[in-house]
């Protein structure tokens, strides 16, 4: 059983960039959520993904965008990045909701933004 | 909207000490608390899971409580080791949005040796 993978695991863009960060779910879980977590904070959720389709949404922009793939993988998008968009970006898969184990996330390593 | 609070923020003990990290939630209608541990750098690994109609959860060392009327949970390690040394987060979902975890900003222990 292979676990929650992502890339990069750490990348520097400047103001105004653009940003792909990608998240391969545990082997078996077909949703993915994202969450933001800045330095010395909790992690926020940005959103999850369904089914290929974004199911919940926390408070973040348009800006942030994202994708599920039908193999259950995920990207998330930033447009038009800012300095406050440095933050550890993590993924975490899990089963849908209903099913047996789900809301138990399981963790990648997370992706370490840095915007100059 | 849900906020966590995660008391205390740093802890430092000798190790072999029994201790307790506590967490406290606003809103009581959730649907289930976890409890995770982040070491610096790197993703979360979840240590225990109760749901909204449990009272505690125990792995090994760790034992987890909830007080769902109060807004109340606490992790309870025992006989720690320097290898318990990291950040640990309390989140919590919601009953009416079970998609979404709330977390804390989390308790830094250090077990000196």
């Known amino acids: 059983e292979t676990g929650v993978t992502q890339s990069p695991t750490h990348l520097i863009k400047t103001r105004g960039q653009q940003v792909t960060l990608r998240c391969s779910s545990q082997?078996?879980?077909?949703?993915v959520s994202w969450y933001q977590q800045a330095l010395g904070q909790g992690p926020q959720f940005i959103f999850q993904?369904?089914?290929?389709?974004?199911?919940g949404r926390g408070n973040f922009p348009p800006r942030f965008s994202g994708l599920q793939f039908p193999n259950y993988s995920s990207e998330l998008n930033v447009n038009a990045l800012e300095l406050d968009d440095s933050a550890l970006y993590l993924c975490?898969?899990?089963?849908?909701?209903?099913?047996?184990?789900?809301?138990?996330?399981?963790f990648g390593a997370g992706s370490r933004l840095t915007v100059l | 909207k849900q906020e966590v609070t995660q008391i205390p923020a740093a802890l430092s003990v000798p190790e072999g000490e029994n201790l307790v990290l506590n967490c406290s939630f606003t809103d009581s209608a959730i649907y289930n608390l976890q409890w995770f541990r982040q070491d610096p750098g790197k993703g979360l690994t979840s240590l225990l899971l109760?749901?909204?109609?449990?009272r505690e959860q125990t792995s090994g060392r760790l034992n987890a409580s909830l007080d769902k009327s109060s807004g109340r949970s606490t992790l309870y390690i025992a006989a720690s080791q320097p290898g318990d040394s990291a950040t640990y987060l309390c989140a919590v979902s919601d009953a009416g949005d079970f998609n979404k975890f709330y977390f804390g900003s989390g308790t830094k222990l250090n077990v000196k040796p």
């Open positions: 975490a898969s899990s089963w849908a909701q209903g099913e047996p184990g789900a809301n138990v996330l399981t």
């Open positions: 082997s078996g879980h077909n949703t």
């Open positions: 993904y369904y089914r290929e389709e974004e199911n």
């Open positions: 109760i749901q909204s109609s449990q």
